[in-house]
């Protein structure tokens, strides 16, 4: 449960407030108490004393009085003079009216010396009084008591000297009411006198203190109020201490003082004292008290409340603002707290607090700021690529597989292009890097510009690119991107003074197919871009199911080669070529051979493609020529005259920078004279890069290679670069051949061909020639050389040599049959 630190400390704070004041109203009230209790003991004593000196002023006057009788004038009632012979009898007897009236007496007794009852007067007497006037006799001093018979009084007994010399005893009684009265007086405090005896008639009964009222001020009253106590406390409690009694609205405190009387012994005199006032004035005292404690707590309560408000408000702040520094939103946290710090002169904890909190916020707010630019980039970094700035790998799986999902909820479709640049890493390696990247770069620029906005441009790494294309309307359109892509990219780029041609491959596969991954969507498009460079570069296939075939089947061939090429599983063939003129062999082309495990011997059209394209042509063409040249030389040391040696070269082979260092090792270890070599390229492997090429042919002549053409007629067959460059020999492709003499369209092809070459002074080889007239047209036409299975079929090395041996190379060739 939550309650605020205000009202905790504002609860405490008056829990200690009421506790104090409730003490000392308690303390107060204890003092007044005891202060007031210590009143009544002295005003207790007081009427002790009083009542003492009451009964003694009472005894004065009874012995006063006993002084005054002795000396009355005795009159003759006869004769109104003064009587000399005087007896007390007689002179009490004249003057007890003025005695009773005057003196208050209310009786008296005159006793002889022998303690006989002289006379009487007035009402009642103790019937104690003979044994007294004895004592009185005997001791001659005056005996004081207190009696209680129809009424109480208080008696003397005293020797007394009768003007006759006589000596006799008086007891003289006045009633106690007088004293009473008198305590009343002085006191205000009703009082009375209480006696054990409760047989007294006409006496008030206090039935429950057994007790017998013999006198009382104010008696109807003070009955009322004993007889109330009386059911209140036993008497004997009483007798300890006085007590308070309320009745009516009025408090009376009732004491006790105890006497001894002649007739009950233990009586007590019962004084009740009116002190309403009093306890009014402690009840008023008490008030006042309560009030002033009230006061001061409501005060102290305010000035608390007063004292704790600002901090606790701050604070209070402060739990507001703490939770939303947790929520980080700094904004909300800048708006509560205002941007002013505390200039304070004395700081206290909540400035300190205020300012920490500013601190954390900023720094928590610099943090948040630090990690959410980090986190773009890292997301830049992980999601797309640093050179081009298109997405990556990562980027375009995601995307390919929310298409794959949208793919399956709409009618449109969606496709994905695989591309290659073609022969990008001839670039890079001979260019260097930086040129390569910014190929790549310009690559990436058009690639994006030409795709809309919603599709999606990747870089896979290195010259791999992937293209996702949404929402298209009909399947084919992912040609027509694919072709505008081609157009695009086939522009001629400037980088500095050079200006480069770079093409693309791509495979295309539409997102349709249920339960497709997207590695599988992806490898599919790369199966097809494949395809797409092996019909030639710069073109785009639709991905088929048989291409996954092709595929596999693919796989693993190419996992056979590079085994059959660590394992040496190649063997060279050779063919000759024949001067048609002398019918000698001039020369032998070198044709390699796959000697299969299992298969047997594999044609070189069924392998080459892929050696090719896994690059692995190039330790097995570098093998090739080293095989070739050691084989030529060893049979140019057989024979006088010489026959040269053909090499193929794949298009990697002659783009490897490598390969002059290669042709050069293979010369210097065979010791074949460069004049025997002959190497044979195609014509697009020169059309692709026509300076480089140039350079290297040139390099080839200062050699003393010599180079042919080969395959003439089915490639781009352009004449100009003919010209241009430093060729030898041009070799006629088989399907021109193979007609003759027949087919009037290839006769003409031919003719023109052997006349245009012998017009760019090269040679002319034709191959596939198989019936001789087929070499009969090709010889009237003037062409040099010839090769085919009319001479022979290509021939592992030793057969080569027994053909050699035994046509003896003096001899005219003798054709095979
Ligand atoms: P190519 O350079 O045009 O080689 C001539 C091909 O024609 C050889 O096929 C040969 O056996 C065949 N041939 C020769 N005379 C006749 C004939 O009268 N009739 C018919 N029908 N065919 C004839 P092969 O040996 O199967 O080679 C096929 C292709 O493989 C070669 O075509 C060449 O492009 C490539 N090749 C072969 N060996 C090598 C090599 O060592 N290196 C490279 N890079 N390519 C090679
Ligand atoms: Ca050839
Ligand atoms: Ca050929």
Redesign the pocket.
């Known amino acids: 449960m939550f309650i605020s630190m205000r009202w905790k400390a504002i609860a405490l704070t008056s829990l200690l407030l009421v506790g104090l004041s409730g003490y000392f109203i308690v303390a107060s009230e204890q003092a007044l108490k005891r202060l007031l209790e210590s009143e009544r003991q002295e005003i207790f004593l007081n009427y002790q004393n009083e009542i003492a000196g009451l009964l003694r002023q009472s005894y004065d006057h009874l012995l006063q009085l006993s002084d005054i009788i002795p000396i009355l004038q005795l009159q003759n009632t006869d004769t109104g003079r003064e009587v000399s012979d005087k007896s007390l009898k007689a002179i009490i007897d004249q003057h007890w009216s003025y005695i009773a009236l005057n003196w208050g007496m209310e009786s008296a007794l005159l006793f002889d010396e022998k303690g006989l009852l002289q006379g009487k007067w007035g009402l009642g007497a103790s019937p104690r009084s003979s044994d007294v006037v004895i004592q009185v006799l005997q001791t001659g001093a005056p005996f004081s008591r207190l009696t209680c018979f129809n009424v109480c009084q208080q008696v003397v007994t005293l020797p007394i000297l009768a003007p006759d010399g006589q000596v006799m005893v008086l007891e003289l009684s006045t009633s106690l009411a007088d004293t009473l009265r008198a305590f009343q007086k002085i006191t205000q405090a009703d009082i009375g006198l209480l006696v054990p005896d409760v047989s007294i008639r006409d006496m008030r009964v206090v039935t429950s203190w057994s007790r017998t009222l013999a006198a009382m001020t104010n008696l109807e009253r003070s009955m009322d109020m004993l007889q109330h106590a009386a059911t209140q406390v036993s008497f004997d409690l009483l007798n300890q201490e006085p007590k308070v009694f309320q009745k009516n609205g009025h408090y009376h405190e009732v004491s006790l003082v105890s006497l001894v009387t002649e007739s009950f012994g233990d009586a007590h005199f019962i004084i009740i004292e009116d002190v309403t006032d009093q306890h009014q004035h402690i009840i008023r005292a008490k008030e006042a008290d309560i009030r002033t404690a009230l006061t001061a707590i409501l005060l102290s309560g305010f000035l608390v409340i007063f004292a704790l408000w600002s901090p606790i408000l701050r604070l209070r702040r402060h739990a507001e603002v703490l939770p939303i520094l947790v929520a980080g939103d700094f904004t909300l946290l800048r708006e509560k707290l205002g941007d002013k710090r505390s200039r304070r002169l004395f700081k206290d904890e909540l400035d300190i607090l205020d300012d920490a909190e500013r601190d954390v916020a900023d720094q928590l707010e610099e943090m948040q700021r630090q990690i959410e630019e980090d986190n773009v980039q890292l997301e830049s970094l992980a999601l797309y690529d640093p050179l081009t700035k298109l997405a990556n790998r990562h980027l375009i799986f995601k995307e390919i597989q929310l298409a794959v999902k949208e793919s399956a909820l709409t009618e449109e479709y969606f496709s994905l292009l695989y591309l290659d640049l073609d022969n990008f890493k001839r670039v890079n390696d001979s260019l260097g890097h930086s040129t390569g990247d910014e190929l790549l770069k310009v690559a990436a620029r058009r690639l994006q510009a030409s795709v809309r906005d919603g599709d999606i441009v990747a870089r896979l790494g290195g010259d791999e690119f992937c293209i996702l294309i949404k929402y298209m309307k009909f399947k084919e359109d992912s040609a027509r991107v694919a072709k505008n892509i081609l157009k695009v990219l086939g522009e001629p780029i400037h980088l500095g003074t050079t200006e480069f041609n770079i093409s693309a491959s791509i495979g295309i596969v539409t997102i349709s197919e249920h339960g497709v991954t997207t590695e599988q969507l992806l490898q599919n498009a790369d199966i097809a871009m494949y395809r797409a460079k092996a019909k030639g570069r710069s073109n785009f296939q639709y991905y088929t199911k048989s291409m996954s075939v092709a595929a596999t089947e693919r796989m693993a061939l190419e996992t056979e080669l590079r085994k059959a090429i660590a394992e040496q599983q190649f063997e060279?063939?050779y063919?000759p070529q024949i001067n048609l003129e002398t019918g000698k062999i001039v020369s032998a082309?070198?044709?390699?051979?796959w000697i299969h495990p299992t298969r047997g011997l594999v044609?070189?059209?069924d392998f080459?493609p892929l050696l090719e394209e896994t690059g692995l042509?190039i330790p097995l063409?570098e093998w090739?020529i080293h095989q070739a040249f050691k084989d030529a030389k060893r049979w140019n040391g057989l024979g006088d005259d010489s026959v040269n040696i053909a090499?193929?070269?794949?298009p990697r082979?002659f783009s490897d920078p490598e390969l002059p260092r290669v042709i050069r090792d293979a010369m210097l270890s065979s010791h074949l004279q460069a004049s025997q070599i002959e190497i044979?390229i195609t014509e697009s492997m020169v059309m692709n890069d026509i300076e480089k090429s140039n350079q290297l042919l040139k390099y080839l002549k200062v050699l003393g290679v010599t180079v042919a053409v080969?395959?003439f007629g089915t490639g781009h067959s352009s004449l100009g670069y003919l010209k241009k460059l430093d060729l030898d020999v041009l070799?006629v492709?088989?399907t021109f051949v193979?007609d003759l003499p027949d087919d009037e369209n290839d006769k003409a092809i031919v003719a023109a061909i052997i006349a245009m070459a012998h017009e760019l002074k090269l040679r002319v080889v034709a191959?596939?020639?198989?019936s001789l007239e087929q070499e009969a047209f090709l010889k009237s036409h003037g062409c040099e050389t010839g090769?085919?299975?009319?001479y022979s079929?290509?021939l592992p090395y030793e057969k080569f040599l027994g053909l050699l041996r035994r046509s003896d190379n003096i001899i005219p060739f003798q054709r095979s049959k």
């Open positions: 060279l063939h063919q082309e070198a044709l390699v051979r044609s070189p059209d080459i042509i063409g090739i090499v193929n070269l794949s082979q044979e080969d395959d070799k492709d088989r193979q191959e596939g020639i198989e090769q085919g299975y009319l079929k290509p």
